[in-house]
């Protein structure tokens, strides 16, 4: 399943870019995901990360790895293995008062053990309900810094 979700927030590209590239603020505003290990890197395209989460069929990690990023604009987060592999690129730019940040991303249910697989559709339009839920939070936290 691919998506584009987007959100205005008020607040500058450098605060939003600054918190969202940091993948360890993560569990703050990420519902699913628990913990955040830093494996290697210091932040810039190969750092990896494992990504502890709790799905419905029961606790999943994932590395995750940053695999561009064009700073204070752009970045792009891979999972490089674990379930439900994703990928998320988010882009800030200048909107009005504030900025405008885009969420691209994919998701899919394969990796997910025995029935929870069939499940993938639904899994899928709860994922995207959840993740516009998750964006709340980071508006919330964003624009009360």
Known sequence: MSFTLELDL??????????VADFA?????????QR????????????????????????????????????GREITFESVDGPTPFRYRYRI?????????????????????????????LAERLFRNGMRENLGTLRRILESS
Do not use: C, K, M
Not at 10 to 19: G, L, N, P
Not at 25 to 33: L, M
């Open 93 to 121: 730019t200048p909107a009005g008062s504030g900025s405008r940040l885009q969420l691209d991303g994919s998701i899919s249910a394969d990796g997910l053990p025995g029935p929870a697989r069939l499940l993938g559709p």
């Open 10 to 19: 008020q607040a500058d590209s450098e605060t939003i870019f600054a918190f």
């Open 25 to 33: 603020n993560t569990p703050r505003w990420y519902s699913a995901v």
């Open 36 to 71: 955040v290990d830093r494996i290697s890197g210091s932040g810039g395209v190969g750092t990896r990360y494992a990504v502890h989460r709790r799905l419905p069929s029961g606790p999943a990690v994932n590395t995750v790895e940053v695999s561009s990023v064009d700073v």
